[in-house]
Nanobody, 131 residues
Framework: QVQLVESGGGSVQPGGSLRLSCTTS????????VAWFRQVPGKEREAVAC????????YYTDSAKGRFTLSRDNYKGTVWLQMNRLKSDDTAVYYC????????????????????????WGQGTQVTVSS
């Protein structure tokens, strides 16, 4: 079955870095858009970055641009989110998610921002940025 497992979270000081991993199984990673989201308790889930299956294009929200970098190894079935210059506002549980349709172009259209429970989600990994 489809599985996504996040890892790599932890505690870091402001200005530090973390690399999150999303290890996938049960499907061909290269055929699906995969995205990262984050959520703070009591707040709505926030889109962070999207890796398009169509041409491997990368999309970032304003909060991630210039600081976060997506990468992906389709053979290993893994997507990474490298996060640099972390701020306290980046503190959240980070989730990776997969679209339900192959080659959906959800990243390109921007519809990935509204992914909900109908998509496949991992269990999340906590990132805490604090001095």
């Amino acid at each position: 079955q489809v599985q996504l497992v996040e890892s790599g979270g932890g505690s870091v000081q402001p200005g530090g870095s973390l690399r999150l991993s999303c290890t996938t199984s049960g499907f061909i990673l290269g055929e699906y858009d995969v995205a990262w989201f984050r959520q703070v308790p009591g707040k709505e889930r926030e889109a962070v970055a999207c890796y398009s299956a169509t041409g491997g294009r990368l999309y970032y929200t304003d909060s991630a641009k210039g600081r976060f970098t997506l990468s992906r190894d389709n053979y290993k079935g893994t997507v990474w989110l490298q996060m640099n210059r972390l701020k306290s506002d980046d503190t959240a549980v980070y989730y990776c998610a997969r679209d339900v349709t192959r080659w959906s172009q959800s990243c390109e259209t921007g519809s990935w921002h509204q992914w909900g429970d109908s998509r496949y989600w991992g269990q999340g990994t906590q990132v805490t940025v604090s001095s």
